[in-house]
């Protein structure tokens, strides 16, 4: 719960659900917030300006501390609080809403055109393989097999959380060819692999990519190997922080994801470590593909700087005493 203006139940229930991983991925993470904000503007009882701005505020900072990596949450909250805008109860809440609207169409349009550039990168009889849950790199396989490819799947468990079942389940409902692997059979099984293709939580400003803990591990191995490698990442996956100098902040989730309490119990005095994300240098990745085309990783600050100019704003925090509130 957060002190300050009451929230709607929807933004609590979703709040709840991203951190626990209910609800993931960062497109869906992304989705959820702005949801929860058209749900806070519906639902607030604020009966002035003020306390309606105060209001959105309060949702979004619950929303913000959630999980800490993925940009698109912060990046939704930009988009839907940032065009907040009304001198009534009335017309900011409209904004809002129509604010959130215009965020989730654009989620499905951005995805929609990232697979097709994706698309072109596959060949007929091509295998990829795949690490965690994304489903901007799915999007990328459904266009392929849509132009009447045949591609096939590796398939990366990826520990502790198994995100690579949804992958092989989503992948099958598409006709791929699924084989599952342990993530430690990921080097064994790249010689069968014509592309690594993994999804970003966010892109640093040298093109750095963050994202699910082994994707390191995992293009370094595919560069040994001569194997490219793609990233599919919507640019609300570009982190405007670091055009600043910030560094991505990784979480560390719960330790029982790794081992239970049992288990440990058994083994004696050991600490344990569950960090859910890695940062691939760019020079291990091959290609950035998004909705406004593919990108080298070293070029993708220019796209960061036309869309978030050279700052990042922060809607979600409380103007700072004396300057006045838009
Ligand atoms: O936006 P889409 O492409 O769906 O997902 C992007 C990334 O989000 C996931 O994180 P988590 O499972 O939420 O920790 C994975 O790391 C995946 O690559």
């Not at 990366?156 to 409902?173: D, F, S, V, Y």
């Not at 309490?261 to 005095?269: H, L, N, Q, S």
Request: proline share 5%; hydrophobic share 40%.
């Amino acid at each position: 719960m957060t002190d300050g203006p009451p929230l709607a139940e929807a933004v609590d229930d979703i709040a709840d659900d991203i951190a626990t991983m209910e609800i993931r991925g960062a497109a869906t993470i992304a989705r959820a917030a702005a949801d929860a904000v058209a749900a806070q503007a519906r639902e607030t009882d604020a009966d002035s300006p003020e306390a309606f701005r105060s209001s959105m505020r309060s949702a979004g900072r619950r929303l913000y501390d959630t999980r800490p990596t993925a940009v698109s949450l912060p990046n939704a909250l930009r988009y839907t609080l940032g065009r907040m805008e009304g001198d009534d109860v009335e017309t900011l809440r409209d904004s809002v809403l129509a604010a959130a609207t215009a965020f989730t169409d654009r989620l499905d349009r951005a995805q929609r055109d990232l697979g097709r550039v994706g698309a072109n990168r596959l060949r007929d009889g091509d295998t990829v393989m795949t690490h965690c849950h994304s489903t901007d790199a799915l999007a990328c396989v459904e266009h392929a097999v849509e132009q009447g490819k045949d591609i096939s799947a590796i398939v990366k468990e990826t520990r502790p959380r198994n995100q690579g079942h949804i992958t092989a389940t989503q992948l099958r409902e598409m006709g791929v060819d699924v084989t599952l692997v342990v993530d430690s059979a990921a080097r064994r099984y790249l010689d069968d692999a014509d592309h690594v293709l993994v999804g970003a939580d966010s892109i640093a400003a040298d093109g750095g990519v963050v994202n699910k803990i082994g994707t390191s591990g995992l293009a370094v191995n595919a560069r040994e190997r001569g194997v490219p490698i793609m990233v599919a990442a919507q640019t609300i996956k570009l982190h405007p922080d670091t055009l600043t100098g910030h560094t991505v902040e990784i979480e560390m989730r719960d330790e029982t994801e790794v081992i239970d309490d049992d288990d440990r119990a058994e083994i004696g005095e050991i600490t344990v470590e569950n960090p859910a994300f890695d940062v691939t240098p760019p020079r291990y990745v091959d290609a950035i593909v998004t909705e406004s085309g593919q990108f080298p990783p070293e070029s993708i600050v220019t796209l960061m700087r036309e869309l978030f100019g050279e700052s990042a704003d922060r809607p979600w925090e409380e103007p700072t005493s004396g300057a006045a509130e838009r």
